[in-house]
Nanobody, 117 residues
Framework: QVQLVESGGGLVQAGGSLRLSCAAS????????MGWYRQTPGNKRELVAR???????NYADSVKGRFTIFRDDNKNTVYLQMNSLKPEDTAVYYC???????????WGQGTQVTVSS
């Protein structure tokens, strides 16, 4: 099993920055990729950014150039640095880990990000 604990959400003005953290524990060596998703009421959860075990990253078009996903393997933690935040970035952000050859998924509890205009 893989457990995820998120932190770092909050309220920020448009143009500001936030950093989200996701600490993983459990079967760390079985993790294939970790990512951040977000969800707003009435909408599907959407991928924001993802980083593979090998370090490859991919981003949603809406956040390219503003968000950066990176990790600290010594701390088993993945981060999402969010800059130039916009009101449309307001959502609950969830950390995800795909593990066991992508056959399993674990999710964090979610953290609210609110960007005021």
């Amino acid at each position: 099993q893989v457990q995820l604990v998120e932190s770092g959400g909050g309220l920020v003005q448009a143009g500001g920055s936030l950093r989200l953290s996701c600490a993983a524990s459990g079967s760390i060596n079985s993790i294939n990729a970790m990512g951040w998703y977000r969800q707003t009421p009435g909408n599907k959860r959407e991928l924001v950014a993802r980083i593979s075990r090998g370090g490859l990253t991919n981003y949603a078009d809406s956040v390219k150039g503003r968000f950066t996903i990176f990790r600290d393997d010594n701390k088993n933690t993945v981060y999402l640095q969010m800059n130039s935040l916009k009101p449309e970035d307001t959502a609950v952000y969830y950390c995800n880990a795909a593990w066991r050859s992508f056959s399993s998924d674990s999710w964090g509890q979610g953290t609210q990000v609110t960007v005021s205009s």
